[in-house]
């Protein structure tokens, strides 16, 4: 055990302490699965249950710490990713096999939410509300929740936690961190680095864990009452689960879930420019983003020549070692990615489904890629693959991959575009190329996903623009920017009345009639 130097066995780190656990819970390089990333443990129940306990014990003093002084504490820890930046994305791509250069893009992404909600900690504005009564003065107030539990995906590993965390904790709540299991490592220094932002103790506190043992724990904790507000970024299938609890709380959820993203590319559109945007949506990160492209919907005048541009740059591209800045893609995130991966081009290609690429999937196991210069042997790798011909009523229509796989469907014209970017019941992301005004206007006020992007890819977000779905892909909440401020504080309505009698609002308002028989006279 002692290998893993100071991590080893590490369950959870709770009201300033770090635990050991006893159910081993190993990391491995995907690139490389002889190399053991580290080793962790599930958190029991009660380690979950005692996070949250250390998280509830620090709120009351942690609320009622100015919140100018909470977003010190924030920039702090925006100053210390920054100073880890590249040591961090380099924890990332080892574990998880972003490739460096998109890793270090999600470690940014955290500075720059640190940035923008440093000076949310001297706004966090209310409102002065004129009352229907005399000498009567009302306000609003952000109040924090309270205890925040929050269990987070594996492909964002940094990004999408610092989303949830920053605005959390600048608004007043303490927080328990459930972890991806694919990610312990990034999550371990991703805590240091809170623990030596100058939190108090028990603020912050991480229980690392896999979605059965420790995520079900944390669910079960929501029926026992511990949390105040949960956030959970993963699955739908999860995701509903989740909600479902909540439910039974009378809580509101933050739920951001899978994604089956259109792009909608019209006759007029920038080929060249689409076929970048669609290669980028659909293998970027070998396709484990949630917003990656799921469904690639090309107008019948154009099909045939954007399919043959899109094989042609696909098989150029340079798929291995994450650390390479040539590639575009690295290794699936674990075995569980590429099982699943493997499973669809099994299970969801159907007889009248073309595969202009080849079949098969596994990298070094019967499949063979030009340009590929990782360990075949002993990493997770997949080849691009793109399913033609598909149509609505396909299971794989309506069915979030997560792999380097997309969908393409022929239109005719922009109506069957937009039934088919929607039908699916996703809504998180989609794009459109088109340089027709009239298109983007009716792709703007038709489409159902919560972000949209024209002339660019369905991938990428940035700190300050609210981030989220509809649909399978989210209850509507939204995450960054001053959104997500509506997650993490509720309203506090205050009336102060100082006329020095009872006024009731409606039944003593001076409400003037009008002179209701005047009629004009021409
Ligand atoms: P997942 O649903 O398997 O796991 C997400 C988290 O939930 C992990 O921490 C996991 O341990 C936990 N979990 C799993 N099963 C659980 C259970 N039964 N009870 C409680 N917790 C459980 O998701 P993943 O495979 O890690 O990530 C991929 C998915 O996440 C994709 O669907 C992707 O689209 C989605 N995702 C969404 C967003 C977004 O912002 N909308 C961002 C990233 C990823």
Same mark, same amino acid.
């Given at each position: 055990?002692?290998?893993?130097?100071?991590?080893?066995?590490?369950?959870?780190?709770?009201?300033?302490?770090?635990?050991?656990?006893?159910? /081993?819970?190993?990391?491995?390089?995907?690139?490389?699965?002889?190399?053991?990333?580290?080793?962790?443990?599930?958190?029991?129940?009660?380690?979950?249950?005692?996070?949250?306990?250390?998280?509830?014990?620090?709120?009351?003093?942690?609320?009622?710490?100015?919140?100018?002084?909470?977003?010190?504490?924030?920039?702090?820890?925006?100053?210390? %990713?920054?100073?880890?930046?590249?040591?961090?994305?380099?924890?990332?791509?080892?574990?998880?096999?972003?490739?460096?250069?998109?890793?270090?893009?999600?470690?940014?992404?955290?500075?720059?939410?640190?940035?923008? &909600? *440093?000076?949310?900690?001297?706004? +966090?504005?209310?409102? =002065?509300?004129?009352?229907?009564?005399?000498?009567?003065?009302?306000? =609003?107030?952000?109040?924090?929740?309270?205890?925040?539990?929050?269990?987070?995906?594996?492909?964002?590993?940094?990004?999408?936690?610092?989303?949830? &965390?920053?605005? !959390?904790?600048?608004?007043?709540?303490?927080? *328990?961190?459930?972890?991806?299991?694919?990610?312990?490592?990034?999550?371990?220094?991703?805590?240091?680095?809170?623990?030596?932002?100058?939190?108090?103790?028990? *603020?912050?506190?991480?229980?690392?864990? /896999?979605?059965?043992?420790?995520?079900?724990?944390?669910?079960? +904790?929501?029926?026992?009452?511990?949390?105040?507000?949960?956030?959970?970024?993963?699955?739908?299938? %999860?995701?509903?689960?989740?909600?479902?609890?909540?439910?039974?709380?009378?809580?509101?959820?933050?739920?951001?879930?899978?994604?089956?993203?259109?792009?909608?590319?019209?006759?007029? /559109?920038?080929?060249?420019?689409? *076929?970048?945007?669609?290669? &980028?949506?659909?293998?970027?990160?070998?396709?484990?983003?949630?917003?990656?492209?799921?469904?690639? @919907?090309?107008?019948?005048?154009?099909?045939?020549?954007?399919?043959?541009?899109? @094989?042609?740059?696909?098989?150029?591209?340079?798929?291995?070692?994450?650390?390479?800045?040539?590639?575009?893609?690295?290794?699936?995130?674990?075995?569980?990615?590429?099982?699943?991966?493997?499973?669809?081009?099994?299970?969801?290609?159907?007889?009248?489904?073309?595969?202009?690429?080849?079949? $098969?999937?596994?990298?070094?196991?019967?499949?063979?890629?030009?340009?590929?210069?990782?360990?075949?042997?002993?990493?997770?790798?997949?080849?691009?693959?793109? %399913?033609?011909?598909?149509?609505?009523?396909?299971?794989?229509?309506?069915?979030?991959?997560?792999?380097?796989?997309?969908? %393409?469907?022929?239109?005719?014209?922009?109506?069957? !575009?937009?039934?088919?970017?929607?039908?699916?019941?996703? $809504?998180?992301?989609?794009?459109?190329?088109?340089?027709?005004?009239?298109?983007?206007?009716?792709?703007?006020?038709?489409? =159902?996903?919560?972000?949209?992007?024209?002339?660019?890819?369905?991938?990428?977000?940035?700190?300050?623009?609210?981030?989220?779905?509809?649909?399978?892909?989210?209850?509507?909440?939204?995450?960054?920017?001053?959104?997500?401020?509506?997650?993490?504080?509720?309203?506090?309505?205050?009336?102060?009345?100082?006329?020095?009698?009872?006024?009731?609002?409606?039944?003593? =308002?001076?409400?003037?009639?009008?002179?209701?028989?005047?009629?004009?006279?021409?």
């Amino acid at each position: 055990m002692s290998k893993h130097g100071p991590t080893a066995m590490i369950a959870a780190y709770i009201d300033g302490q770090w635990q050991q656990g006893s159910t /081993a819970l190993p990391s491995l390089n995907p690139a490389d699965l002889r190399d053991e990333v580290g080793v962790f443990a599930d958190a029991s129940k009660d380690q979950v249950r005692q996070a949250a306990y250390a998280a509830k014990a620090a709120y009351k003093s942690w609320a009622a710490t100015p919140a100018p002084v909470r977003a010190g504490m924030i920039q702090n820890f925006g100053r210390l %990713v920054e100073a880890n930046k590249e040591a961090l994305a380099r924890v990332v791509a080892r574990e998880i096999g972003k490739p460096l250069r998109e890793a270090l893009g999600s470690v940014q992404e955290v500075i720059d939410t640190a940035n923008f &909600f *440093v000076s949310e900690g001297r706004r +966090l504005y209310g409102q =002065t509300i004129p009352s229907e009564m005399p000498n009567k003065e009302c306000f =609003t107030y952000r109040r924090p929740i309270g205890v925040f539990g929050c269990m987070t995906a594996c492909n964002f590993p940094v990004a999408v936690p610092a989303w949830y &965390f920053i605005p !959390a904790l600048v608004a007043g709540n303490t927080c *328990v961190w459930k972890p991806s299991e694919e990610a312990p490592l990034t999550s371990y220094f991703t805590t240091e680095l809170w623990a030596r932002a100058g939190l108090p103790k028990g *603020v912050f506190n991480t229980v690392f864990g /896999a979605g059965p043992t420790t995520g079900a724990a944390m669910v079960e +904790l929501i029926d026992e009452g511990v949390f105040d507000k949960i956030g959970f970024t993963g699955s739908t299938e %999860v995701g509903r689960r989740i909600g479902a609890a909540c439910g039974r709380a009378l809580q509101t959820p933050c739920l951001e879930l899978g994604g089956k993203n259109p792009m909608i590319v019209c006759a007029d /559109a920038n080929i060249d420019l689409a *076929v970048d945007g669609a290669l &980028f949506s659909g293998f970027g990160t070998a396709g484990q983003r949630c917003t990656s492209l799921g469904n690639l @919907i090309l107008d019948e005048k154009i099909h045939d020549q954007f399919i043959e541009r899109l @094989i042609k740059r696909t098989q150029t591209l340079r798929i291995g070692e994450p650390f390479s800045a040539e590639n575009t893609y690295g290794p699936m995130i674990s075995k569980r990615f590429l099982d699943n991966h493997l499973g669809h081009l099994s299970t969801l290609i159907a007889a009248h489904h073309e595969l202009p690429l080849g079949r $098969g999937g596994h990298i070094g196991h019967g499949v063979e890629w030009a340009h590929f210069d990782g360990d075949a042997k002993h990493g997770l790798y997949a080849r691009p693959n793109i %399913v033609l011909n598909v149509r609505m009523d396909d299971a794989i229509y309506s069915t979030e991959t997560f792999g380097p796989l997309f969908n %393409v469907l022929k239109s005719n014209g922009i109506d069957q !575009a937009m039934e088919m970017a929607n039908r699916h019941g996703y $809504g998180l992301s989609s794009a459109i190329y088109t340089n027709d005004p009239q298109t983007i206007y009716k792709f703007k006020t038709e489409i =159902t996903a919560g972000m949209s992007s024209i002339n660019n890819s369905t991938t990428g977000a940035e700190a300050h623009l609210p981030f989220g779905g509809n649909g399978k892909s989210g209850n509507g909440g939204r995450q960054s920017g001053i959104w997500v401020l509506d997650q993490f504080t509720k309203w506090h309505a205050i009336n102060w009345d100082m006329s020095g009698k009872l006024q009731l609002a409606q039944l003593d =308002t001076a409400y003037v009639e009008p002179d209701l028989n005047f009629r004009i006279k021409m």
